[in-house]
């Protein structure tokens, strides 16, 4: 599984940004999918994780209310509709893949994609 993500950008605070990952291959729906950021020296967090169906959401503290997390499983695409961003959300974003929904809670991906820089201005 290859995935593209895009989407980041500037803006300014209070203002929204959409990220989209679109992945390659017949099984993303298999798949369940998350966005972790990391800041400058900062760990990898995860800010939202769907399961495979999009049944199942979770969403890191910080970012719940804010954030809306989707999955369109037949553009094999997730969505992540970031809106009243803060200075505090700029960190390069990625996007995840694993089969087990659990394992993508606690942090582990098995495929990455290569990140898109999302910058909040104060």
């Known amino acids: 599984v290859q995935l593209q993500a895009s989407g980041g950008g500037l803006v300014q605070a209070g203002g929204s940004l959409r990220l989209s990952c679109t992945a390659s291959?017949?099984?993303?729906?298999?798949?369940?999918m998350g966005w972790f950021r990391q800041a400058p020296g900062k760990g990898r967090e995860l800010v939202s994780a769907i399961s495979e169906r999009g049944h199942i959401t979770f969403y890191a503290d910080s970012v719940r209310g804010r954030f809306t997390i989707s999955r369109d499983n037949a553009k094999n695409t997730v969505y992540l509709q970031m809106n009243s961003l803060k200075p505090e959300d700029t960190a390069v974003y990625y996007c995840a893949a694993h089969m087990s929904f659990r394992r993508l809670r606690i942090g582990v991906g098995d495929y990455w994609g290569q990140g898109t820089q999302v910058t909040v201005s104060s």
């Open positions: 291959g017949r099984t993303f729906s298999t798949y369940g």
